[in-house]
């Protein structure tokens, strides 16, 4: 029986890496119609990323590295998408 083990893809940049963890994650997502990055403030999903990172960082960069990496992709993303409409009730 044959069997794939899963990889993680190689990433051009290491902000694509962080994003994609952060994807991973669940702490951010896309703006369904928009593709904006929204920030999720699910503190727990942003715990599982700094786990992911610290445990797995890319290859030759530090856990420490990959943790501040990950901050400031989060400190980039809002949590709304400038596209949509804001509600005004």
């Known amino acids: 029986m044959l069997r794939f083990q899963t990889r993680r893809p190689a ?9 994609s963890v952060l994807l991973e994650a669940g702490a ?9 990055m929204q920030d999720h403030a699910d ?5 599982r990323a700094f786990d992911i990172a ?7 960069v530090s856990s420490d590295d990959a943790v501040a990496e990950l901050h400031d992709v989060l400190d980039s993303i809002g949590d ?9 009730d």
């Open 54 to 60: 610290r445990r797995d960082p890319p290859v030759g």
């Open 80 to 88: 709304t998408c400038p596209e949509c409409p804001l509600d005004s």
């Open 11 to 19: 990433y051009r940049t290491f902000e694509g890496w962080a994003r």
């Open 28 to 36: 951010i997502g896309e703006c369904e119609e928009h593709g904006w």
């Open 43 to 47: 503190p727990h999903a942003r715990e």
